[in-house]
């Protein structure tokens, strides 16, 4: 009895009310991280794996909510394979059957659809009508949208993302600079890496049909030239694909660009080409740059995708995660505009005391970015617990750990547990990760079911400190 009464969900590591959809999903989709896939179609490295359906399945179903498809002319009809590799191919229609049927099994959230296309106007078409007569009503086709849609109103909706580029509608004089974005797009995904040499038919793949473009309504892949220009020409309807290095170089170099471009424009980042045997790249600095749509080579069991894992369980697995507050365009942020305009009204009926409190909104929205930076330079992007040799058949660790913790609200904790050789190097036998504020205080137990030796690991978590 006692047995299953600390095996049951009362005692879980994890924070119940968080096993369900408990953040507010009616903020612009630019204020989530988004759970992401890369070349979604491998079961296995970048280069002469196989490309499975299943893999669809199986992301889609663990919660994944961007998947991406590489798609190429086929025979008669597109197929979907890596590029200038040995991978095998998959018939388009069928990876979009197999999405459609569980797409919003685990989720209702919306699946985006990262669309890398290879293929010549004549099969875009068929890619286009594959799609319509497929997905249907739950297809995304929205033209005239005003204002950036939220989770909530896009729940059970497909959404394709794809550069939207038309050349039939295009200008002699623009001609070129869009056949040159539409190349570019083409570029910006990682197999043209490392064989830029036996570049295809770029004229092909470089016109993009009406009627796929069409399909396009948010998440239009762009080319990214500059925070700067980033701020002058996109919007909640653009994305913008990062390589991971390129990513992470933008993160260091300029943290607080990143995140303002972030909290207007969607990014997606996808593992580097020199990554052939699918590794996957840290998510956490990307994330603490607001980064969307962090991809990840889900076949690949890895200590990144462990913590894609511990963060995406939070708010019901739903696969959508409101980014912390100082990632987001606030709206406390909003509200304080709208205190702005309130107290510019009674300026106007009080002029003579307008320049003090003008001077002083100044001074209050300065305050706050100020304290904002602070927290961004400080923040810790992760805390090992210390490794310890133990009885292998009934290990007690007993033992103590203080964390101080700068930024609780994008802080994981990564457990692991190796079984220790005397020679060579210790076997990992467990991971498990949760993020800070998804764990319940007390008595707690992770990894049910866990490995041969001992089934749960018990913890006692006292108190947690917060610093804000
Ligand atoms: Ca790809």
């Known amino acids: 009895g006692f047995y299953h009464l600390l095996n049951s969900e009362h005692f879980s590591i994890f924070k119940q009310e968080h096993a369900n959809i408990y953040q507010d999903m009616c903020q612009p989709i630019t204020n989530y991280f988004i759970n992401s896939s890369h070349n979604t179609y491998l079961e296995g490295d970048q280069f002469n794996s196989y490309s499975k359906v299943e893999c669809y399945i199986n992301a889609l179903t663990s919660g994944c909510r961007c998947v ?3 798609a190429w002319d086929g025979v008669n009809e597109p197929v979907v394979c890596h590029g200038f590799a040995y991978t095998t191919k998959l018939l388009f229609s069928d990876v979009i059957a197999a999405i459609n049927s569980y797409a919003f099994q685990t989720s209702k959230c ?3 659809i990262s669309i890398e296309n290879h293929c010549g ?10 799609m319509r007569n497929t997905f249907k009503e739950k297809l995304y086709t929205e033209q005239l949208i005003e204002k950036c849609p939220c989770p909530s109103d896009l729940m059970g909706k497909i959404i394709i993302k794809k550069c939207n580029k038309k050349l039939s509608n295009a200008k002699n004089s623009c001609k070129k600079n869009i056949a040159k974005e539409a190349s570019e797009d083409m570029f910006d995904d990682s197999e043209f890496d ?4 036996n570049v295809p038919s770029k004229g092909n793949a470089s016109k993009i049909s009406a009627e796929l473009s069409d399909l396009v309504t948010i998440c239009q892949s762009t080319s990214f030239t500059s925070f700067n220009h980033s701020a002058s020409h996109h919007s909640f309807q653009n994305i913008c694909s990062f390589d991971e290095n390129k990513a992470l170089e933008l993160a260091q170099t300029d943290l607080n660009g990143f995140i303002k471009h972030n909290m207007t424009v969607m990014s997606r980042t996808y593992p580097s080409g020199t990554r052939l045997k699918s590794s996957n790249y840290d998510p956490m600095p990307l994330w603490m740059a607001g980064c969307h749509i962090v991809s990840l080579n889900y076949q690949t069991p890895s200590q990144p995708m462990y913590i894609n894992k511990g963060m995406f369980n939070d708010n019901g697995n739903c696969g959508f995660l409101l980014k912390p507050q100082f990632l987001r365009k606030e709206q406390s942020e909003r509200q304080s505009e709208r205190q702005t305009e309130e107290l510019k009204q009674q300026i ?3 002029s003579e005391r307008q320049t003090e409190e003008l001077k002083q909104i ?3 929205l300065k305050l706050v970015k100020l304290e904002v930076a602070e927290q961004i330079e400080e923040q810790s992007t992760r805390i090992e617990m210390i490794e310890q040799k133990l009885d292998r058949f009934n290990p007690t660790w007993n033992f103590k750990m203080k964390f101080q913790i700068m930024c609780p609200e994008l ?3 990564l457990f692991e547990v190796y079984d220790y050789e005397n020679l060579g190097k210790d076997v990992l036998v467990a991971q498990y990760s949760i993020r800070l504020t998804n764990i319940a205080r007390g008595m707690a137990y992770f990894f049910r079911n866990f490995v041969h030796f001992y089934k749960n690991v018990f913890l ?3 108190k947690i400190k917060r610093k804000l």
Do not use: G, R, Y
Request: hydrophobic content about 45%.
């Open 411 to 413: 802080a994981m904790f």
């Open 348 to 350: 106007k009926e009080q």
């Open 194 to 197: 490392f064989n830029s040499a």
């Open 68 to 70: 991406e498809i590489d």
């Open 121 to 130: 106007i004549e099969q875009q078409i068929k890619m286009a009508k594959i």
């Open 110 to 112: 919306p699946v985006i």
């Open 460 to 462: 006692h978590i006292t």
């Open 362 to 364: 100044k001074d209050q």
